[in-house]
């Protein structure tokens, strides 16, 4: 049985048993807000496959705001929060961008985009930690079935093709 809220000069609104323990769950941090809207998977992927159209198409702004919606709806979601970042570092907002691949990889600590992605955006900053999230890329995808893992493969081979020429200069007489 669902409960009625009332308040002065509104519709009465119906409140299910259901919503209230969801709600409950919500506010305790036992459930994201998706799953008190009863959020699927298949509807979030769609959301997300429509945010990664847009990003292709240029329309990084509206890209953003669906993977920021799908973010706050859901804020376990790796591939939400690695595309989130991923629009982020194309905007240039590269410190935002590193956030939401670091949260992504705190939830799926093999995330190749994650991984590619801030592996770069460390490199550029000249960080070390770069080199390595770049190395875990290419091992979770050692074929390169992926963009990321390719992208990965490449920048790792060309800093190792990088430091055996420095190498070979420092020993030259």
Partial sequence: MGRVIKHEGAVAMRVEQGEVQRLRAFARGEATWAEVEGMTFEEAKAIAQVGCDLAAAGR????????????????????????????????????????????????????????????????????????????????VDPHGETAAGRRAKALVRAITLVAVEKLKEGAQP
């Fill in 60 to 139: 990084l702004e509206e890209a953003r705001i669906l993977f920021e919606g799908l973010v706050a709806g859901n804020p376990r979601d790796a591939g939400a929060r690695a595309a989130l970042g991923t629009v982020y570092q194309k905007l240039g907002r590269l410190e935002e961008a590193i956030a939401e691949y670091s949260a992504a990889l705190a939830r799926d600590p093999v995330h190749p985009v994650a991984l590619a992605n801030r592996g770069e955006l460390y490199l550029r900053k000249g960080e070390r930690q770069g080199f390595t999230d770049l190395a875990n890329a290419v091992e």
